[in-house]
């Protein structure tokens, strides 16, 4: 099964930086994804990586190893409306299947 | 259309009764999940149909709930003798294949209610 671990809730400031991580346990690796989700809103698509490494997409980066089933999304520049929660997702195949896990979600507060 | 796009927004139902929602996902796209989020709880899988294929069922949490998806587009999930612990917001989304990188997109969802 899979198995993917991040921060219940963050707090951080306004024009500040935080890097919100995310562990995974998994088998057939498939690629991992980053969603925001707003409160009564649905999840919204922010990065996908597949391999090693820095996704750069303007204030959000993600950062992959596969070796350490370890992901990161770095926010920049904070503003109040990245206040949300932010949703680790791997997926991973089996048996012709490609299924889409998600881990409980990191609730970030940005405060002036 | 444009986006997946999911009905009914929201629906209050007796404990009990069944309820049907619905899923049209966005043309071409040829696979289509569904999950459940309770209240700050994440998303949990449900079903996922891809193509022709057989669906992948197992995140089905009992015999109660089943899905369809006629003509390989619109997917329907029905809820059989409705319990208070389904409420929550189920969420269908929608990618274009099995291969790398295709994108994952969601509905606003369908928020039940049992009462």
């Known amino acids: 099964g899979q198995n993917i671990d991040q921060p219940t809730e963050m707090t951080a400031t306004e024009g500040a930086i935080v890097q919100i991580n995310c562990t995974y346990q998994?088998?057939?690796?498939?690629?991992l994804f980053w969603y925001q989700q707003h409160a009564g809103e649905a999840p919204t698509f922010l990065s996908y990586?597949?391999?090693?490494g820095l996704e750069e997409k303007g204030r959000f980066s993600s950062f992959l190893s596969r070796s350490k089933g370890y992901s990161y999304l770095l926010l920049k520049e904070l503003q109040m409306k990245d206040s949300a929660s932010y949703l680790c997702?791997?997926?991973?195949?089996?048996?012709?299947?490609?299924?889409?896990?998600f881990g409980k979600g990191t609730k970030l507060s940005v405060i002036p | 259309g444009a986006g997946v796009s999911q009905s009914p927004s929201n629906k209050v139902t007796e404990k009990g009764k069944d309820v049907e929602l619905r899923c049209d996902p966005i043309?071409?796209?040829?696979?289509l999940y569904w999950y459940r989020q309770s209240l700050g709880q994440g998303l949990e899988f449900l079903i996922y149909?891809?193509?022709?294929?057989?669906?992948?069922k197992s995140g089905l949490p009992s015999d109660r709930f089943s899905a369809e998806r006629t003509g390989g587009s619109v997917s329907t999930l029905t809820i059989q003798r409705t319990q208070q612990e389904d409420s929550a917001v189920y969420l269908c989304?929608?990618?274009?294949?099995?291969?790398?990188?295709?994108?994952?997109?969601f509905g606003e969802g369908s928020w039940l209610t049992v009462v």
């Open positions: 990586n597949v391999l090693d």
């Open positions: 998994t088998s057939g690796f498939n690629g």
């Open positions: 043309s071409g796209h040829t696979a």
């Open positions: 989304a929608s990618s274009s294949g099995q291969g790398l990188g295709n994108t994952i997109y």
């Open positions: 149909f891809q193509g022709n294929s057989a669906p992948d």
């Open positions: 997702a791997v997926r991973s195949e089996g048996a012709g299947s490609y299924q889409l896990t």
